[in-house]
């Protein structure tokens, strides 16, 4: 998965996993960026009568960084609490919820937002609305309208929206974790079978998402706006955190108590990069340290062990990939850098030498009507790898680029295996049990538990 | 469950809920009475020190370390006669 459960730490701890994260221009307000970090993965809609909620023990980070030092210039906190309106019942909702006020809603959710820059917090807004769950047609009967009641406008002009969403990763769990198994090319595998339509293995669950909108000149070192692509101020670096108290004490009656300052327990900028690129005796350190430590793990990048997996598990498919020894400064620079000017015509997202996972965006590349699911791969300069939009195929990307695909970026007598160019493990975006939305939040509306069908049961 | 009984099931619990939002309602009153006091004579960081919960941590007691968590700052001292006495006060 992109990174649900993709360390053996946060895995037991969904409340703080970063699942995925996403930055692009706004397609409707180009003059604005949208943010998108996920958390919580593979929520089954039914979940009652407890259902899936923000932790109030997590702070959830998103932060950006506008010039070469990977550090966070500004970080945008998400902290939570928890209301119950009557303690006698165990019951979520004891009615319609027509209304984020509803008196039928018992557990509500409401957040702060506080702005950090220049070592200076500033609280933009508290008390702010999350929407309820998708629970079903009586309880939830107009989901719309109660989910576009919680985005809010703040007085710093961000706009904000913190709740449940459909999860808009798509991608076939089932097959890749099989011994890598792409289900469109299962004859040439190792232990081959009849080649398949691919199975969305997310497809029916549900995520939190923390979806933040800002103006793109705030985002700037300088504070311009950005209009010239090659100019390094119109890039910025964005990753997102989960972070907890650093010590935790249980009373005997069940109360919790926590202290010290916080500890990043989960961290995400890039796709798919500690689930299938970092070892997993390093996944959980991977996650507790922040972007600027990321030279300790550049020789995965550099060296990624899927590279050689591919070979072995398609025998003869990948005879080039088999051949290519040398360190992959390709995926150095998708990854960890940002690909500097001269390489890809009219584009660059190059943040400096420093290597750090972070989704790395030019803010100065406008929003295209029709975007290609390749992005950058298809052609698409709006699309992954500059920054991320919900309906880019990242597996198939990054399946691609580690396959090959993108070696001759670097290395022009390289020539890719006739493969790496058509890999995809057989999902698209139109596997998702709700399509995207054209506007903010852009993540379409999640599935409800009233209709919500196991996947044996389809 | 017939039209009768749904309707009083949900009926019911919207009473509860009413009621337990007044509740929440008049906790937040005397929170915020409590506060405007509080503003009119803050108290010394010894005194709101106190009032919250301290963790204190000896991960290696021979190297006389002791990280002290309150609040959202933690504090590291360098101290081996704290670490012992910490140390002494864990015998059963």
Redesign the interface.
Known sequence: MSSHREAPGISKDPVADNTDLYAFVSPDRPGTVTILANFIPLEPPAGGPNFFEFGDDVAYDIHISNDPNPDADITYRFRFHT???????F?Y????IDALDS????RRQFYSVTKIENGKEKVLASGLACPPVNIGPRSTPNYHALAEAAEHTLPSGEIVFAGQRNEGFFVDLGSIFDLGTLRPFEHLHLIPSADAVGVDGTRGFNVHTIALQVKSKALTRDGSSPTDATKPRSVIGVWASANR???T?IEAGGDV?E????RQVSRLGNPLVNEVVIPMAKKDAWNAVRPSADSSFTKYVRHPELAGLLPVLYPGVFPNLAGYTAARADLQAILLTGIPSGIVGGFQNFTGPQPADMLRLNMAIPPTDTPNRFGILGGDLAGFPNGRRPQDDVVAIELRAIAGATIPLVDPTFTPDGAASLLADGTSASDNSSPFASSFPYLGSPVDGYDSIPPDAA | MDDLSRREF?R???I??????V??SSGATISKVASAKAAEMPPTAEEATAS????A?VKQGARGEVRV??????VVHDDPELARRIIRASKR
């Open positions: 209301a119950l309106r009557n303690d006698d019942t019951l909702n004891t009615g319609p008196a039928n809603w018992n108290r650093a010590a004490v108590v202290s010290g300052p916080w | 949900l019911k619990g919207s509860g809920a009413v009621a337990g939002a509740a929440i919250e919960p301290i963790v941590y968590m309150v609040g959202s700052q933690e």
